[in-house]
């Protein structure tokens, strides 16, 4: 693993070098794409993006959790959480660039 992180800026310039558009065409290509994924989720709605996984929010209800360090009892309120499930053709890629 190299330890880079992907940024907004790394897929504007990726965007600029594949499609050709300018720089700041792409950049707001990339910020539509990702509000518009955003707002669906936001709606309860599920992203999936093909070849690669789907992104979806989950309800999770009232919990008892316990602090590790005091070891006291306490309420975990319910709460949305995001759920990001991988594609099949993704888990293969990743594991066959992995025994390279």
């Known amino acids: 693993m190299t330890g880079e992180t992907i ?5 504007s310039e ?21 509000d518009e994924m955003i707002e669906a989720l936001v709606r309860g709605e599920m992203v999936k993006i093909s070849s690669f996984g789907s992104f979806s929010v989950r309800q999770k209800g009232e919990r ?20 990001f499930r991988p594609s099949h053709v993704l888990k293969n890629r990743i594991n066959r660039e992995s025994e390279d």
């Not at 990726?14 to 990702?34: C, F, I, K, M, P």
């Not at 008892?64 to 306490?74: A, D, M, S, Y």
Request: hydrophobic share 40%.
């Open 14 to 34: 990726a965007v600029y070098q594949e499609v050709g558009l300018s720089r700041n065409e792409s950049a707001d290509l990339v910020e539509s794409v990702l």
């Open 64 to 83: 008892i959790g316990r602090n590790p360090k005091t070891g006291e009892e306490v309420p975990i309120l319910p709460r949305r959480v995001l759920v």
């Open 7 to 11: 940024t907004r800026a790394h897929l």
